[in-house]
Every structure is written in C-alpha cells, then in structure tokens.
C-alpha cells in the first residue's frame, strides 16, 4: 500500500493498519480526514472517528482468524 503521508499524520499508523483507539477498540484504519482518523471493525461494520494522536498500531492481529475463532467457540 503506498503511503499518503503528510505534514499532519507523520509518525502516525498507515491507512490500513489495524489500531487500537484510546478506549481498547480494534478496528482498522480507513483514513485521516482533517483532524480525524476513521476506523471500522475489522469484519465489517459502521466506522468511528478518533482524534488521530489517540490510535495505536496494533501489529500481528489477525482479526479475520480472531472472528472465526470466536465463532467456533460459540457453537
């Protein structure tokens, strides 16, 4: 994925990782937008917006093989 960065998201995630916003939620992260960074769970769903500084990157999660092993376990 090429990088969009800018004077504004330097040092901040890529468009496309997956984050951790300030309050514990995983979603991954979709794009920045004046002063806002918009995610969306990672198996779909309504996007949120965070204030950019709040996000973390959260490497090696997987959340597509965390969905389907929270489906098997349901079952």
Do not use: C, F, Q
């Amino acid at each position: 994925m090429k990088s969009m960065e800018s004077p504004e998201t330097h040092g901040l995630p890529e468009v496309g990782a997956l984050v951790r916003d300030a309050t514990g939620r995983i979603g991954r992260l979709m794009a920045y937008t004046r002063a806002r960074a918009w995610l969306r769970p990672p198996t779909g769903g309504r996007e949120w917006d965070v204030e950019p500084e709040t996000i973390t990157e959260v490497p090696g999660w997987d959340g597509a093989a965390t969905g389907k092993e929270a489906a098997t376990k349901n079952r």
